[in-house]
């Protein structure tokens, strides 16, 4: 168990209020109750500089921000955290657990805010060492079920319209569909219940056959 983990990066993404944030937590807990080295960390964020971009972002202010503006923060964001966090993690033969990635990107960018996922990949590639992890998980959540979830005042991207993110959850399902490496589960029960799902398919995966 220990050595399938070893080098291995692993993404849960979804729409907001799909509760990856709790997700991401519990399954590095469960990957060091198996004795798996493990670094986790939040994208935006987790760095100095991306911390900083994340406030930028997030900020209800911002409300004049374009989405390419938002699409080239978040990758600069995430640039970052591959130097400065997941690329020593990985090296140094740790599990990487991210609570969120270029699947948001695609997503939120992409398909809701219309600049087009190929487009997203295109660039993604470009500036990326690495765009695709070893497994992103996906949580499904219906709209309702999302911002029934959401506590505290909204952030400048959970602002954005009903169209906007039921747009980002077909982004989602469609990027699920043809990509590699991308399983999806249904998000809308209890923590306890979607944590099984999750290392149910963590337990599943088959790393070899990836990429
Ligand atoms: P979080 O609160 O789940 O950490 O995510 C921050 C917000 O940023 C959330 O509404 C999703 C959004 N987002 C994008 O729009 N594009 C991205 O590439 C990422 C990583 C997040």
Known sequence: MKNKFSGKFIVLDGPDGCGKSTQAKLLAEWLKEQSVAVESFRDPGATAIGEKIRQILLNPEHTAMSTRTELLLYMAARTQ????????AL??????????????????????GGFGMERIIKLATDSLERPWPDL??????????????????PDRMEQKSDEYHQKVREGFLELAEKQKNFVVI???????????KVIEIIVQADFNKCH
């Open 81 to 88: 955290l591959w130097a400065e966090k997941i690329a020593p």
């Open 91 to 112: 090296e140094a033969n740790k599990c990487v657990v991210l609570d969120r990635w270029l699947s948001s990107t695609c997503a939120y960018q992409g398909c809701a």
């Open 136 to 153: 992103t998980i996906i949580l499904d959540v219906d709209l309702q079920t999302g911002v029934n979830r959401l506590c505290g005042r």
């Open 186 to 196: 249904d998000a809308a029960g209890d923590i306890e219940s979607v944590h099984k």
